[in-house]
């Protein structure tokens, strides 16, 4: 197994690694003690995961232990890459996505089991604008490659029949490790969460491993754990969110305290006809590619929530993410709509940094309160 769902990122030290952590530190004293050598802070490495290039930057610690500790993560992501492919038959998902057609009951595993759960809690929190059950339709938009699509035209008449049979999280029945799929309609998709959980257990792994300083970069995504420079120094993390429409920065936040940053736009994957771009995200009540927002930002200690919200919120539209946002419980949010216009809550608004010569117009949006749980769930 290789998440434990308790702590923020999901994984509580196990006391082996808390052990670990405290005997390098003591290590790392004892050494500062006996010579003046500097060990190395800076090892970068690229990896690849789930089709990105993911650049991993340790901080801290001597070269020979970042190099085993990033070596020990491959294995771990090769079998997320499998077990979690939404449309080749490498794992566990195509084996439920299988028996979503013949009615058969898989068994999965401990990885795939949390990642049905936390699937469910997004899609209730969500109020079902955050939908894994809808492979099917993403493949119709022609999703499903590791190509873009070449402006073929959906095939509307199947999306519109598909969503009409309402494939959710909520066909899916879980019992021990035993999963039935009740809808032939669902195919499930990870592909709007998996990143940010896969590079939660990949924290929490280094961590394990006597890491304090990471951050892990997937295309823009981005998951950190402790500081930029020394603990002592505490020098945060500095991180660019990408602009949507000129791939440069559009604005800049100092991460810490383990803080993830995620970001969903159009400008990703689209499927283009007549100019018009149609984005990878696909609006669970009508089947459509999602419009008004083009990009949205989360920041939250939970990348995987991070990752879902940040989804959800494209989904949601400029009049409806404020509300969706308190549900899912994020409060560091921006927004940036097809004009470029930005808007914000205050938590995140607080820590945008821009350079000298950009000041963009951005509109604080408060949060209202988050809709009593019973009008969320089930
Ligand atoms: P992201 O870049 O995190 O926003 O994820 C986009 C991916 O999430 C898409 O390529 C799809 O695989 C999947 N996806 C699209 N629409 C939704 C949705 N409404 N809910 C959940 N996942 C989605
Ligand atoms: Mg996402």
């Given at each position: 197994m290789l998440f434990d769902a308790k702590s923020k990122r999901h994984v509580q030290p196990k006391k082996s690694a808390r052990k670990t952590v405290l005997v390098t530190a003591m290590c790392a004293l004892l050494l500062a003690g006996c010579s003046d050598e500097q060990p190395p802070t800076e090892y970068k490495t690229t990896a690849y995961v789930f089709g990105t290039?993911?650049?991993?930057?340790?901080?801290?610690?001597?070269?020979?232990?970042?190099?085993?500790?990033?070596?020990?993560?491959?294995?771990?992501?090769?079998?997320?890459?499998?077990?979690?492919?939404?449309?080749?038959?490498?794992?566990?998902?195509?084996?439920?996505?299988?028996?979503?057609?013949?009615?058969?009951?898989?068994?999965?595993?401990?990885?795939?089991?949390?990642?049905?759960?936390?699937?469910k809690d997004f899609e209730i929190s969500s109020h079902g604008l955050f939908n894994a059950a809808l492979g099917r339709v993403i493949g119709l938009w022609g999703f499903h490659s590791d190509t873009l699509p070449k402006g073929e035209k959906p095939p509307f008449d199947q999306i519109d029949a598909l969503v009409a049979q309402s494939p959710s999280m909520a066909d899916?029945?879980?019992?021990?490790?035993?999963?039935?799929?009740?809808?032939?309609?669902?195919?499930?998709?990870?592909?709007?969460?998996?990143?940010?959980?896969?590079?939660?257990?990949?924290?929490?792994?280094?961590?394990?491993?006597?890491?304090?300083?990471?951050l892990i970069n997937a295309g823009g995504d981005v998951s950190s754990m402790g500081h930029y420079a020394e603990a002592d120094t505490g020098r945060p993390w500095r991180i660019g969110i990408r602009h949507p429409k000129t791939w440069?920065?559009?604005?800049?936040?100092?991460?810490?305290?383990?803080?993830?940053?995620?970001?969903?736009?159009?400008?990703?994957?689209?499927?283009?006809?007549?100019?018009?771009?149609?984005?990878?995200?696909?609006?669970?009540?009508?089947?459509?590619?999602?419009?008004?927002?083009?990009?949205?930002?989360?920041?939250?200690?939970?990348?995987?929530?991070?990752?879902?919200?940040?989804?959800?919120?494209?989904v949601a539209g400029l009049r409806d993410w404020p509300q969706i946002a308190a549900d899912m419980g994020v409060s560091q949010v921006m927004v940036v709509d097809e004009t470029g216009h930005m808007y914000a809550t205050p938590d995140m608004r607080a820590r945008l940094i821009f350079g000298s010569e950009t000041k963009p117009e951005i509109t604080v949006v408060p949060l209202p309160t988050a809709s009593p749980k019973s009008a969320v769930a089930q």
């Open positions: 290039l993911v650049d991993i930057t340790i901080r801290g610690t001597d070269t020979q232990s970042a190099e085993a500790a990033v070596a020990d993560l491959s294995a771990g992501f090769q079998e997320l890459h499998n077990d979690w492919h939404a449309w080749k038959p490498l794992g566990e998902l195509a084996a439920i996505n299988g028996a979503c057609k013949s009615g058969e009951t898989v068994t999965v595993g401990d990885n795939t089991l949390i990642a049905l759960q936390k699937a899916i029945r879980i019992t021990g490790h035993d999963v039935t799929c009740m809808n032939p309609a669902v195919s499930l998709d990870f592909g709007g969460f998996g990143k940010g959980l896969a590079l939660d257990w990949a924290l929490d792994r280094l961590q394990s491993k006597g890491i304090a300083n990471a440069g920065v559009l604005a800049s936040v100092d991460v810490d305290h383990d803080e993830a940053v995620y970001t969903s736009g159009n400008y990703e994957r689209y499927n283009e006809q007549d100019g018009i771009r149609y984005s990878h995200i696909i609006d669970p009540r009508n089947g459509r590619a999602v419009q008004s927002i083009v990009s949205s930002t989360v920041i939250h200690t939970n990348s995987a929530l991070a990752d879902a919200a940040a989804t959800a919120l494209s």
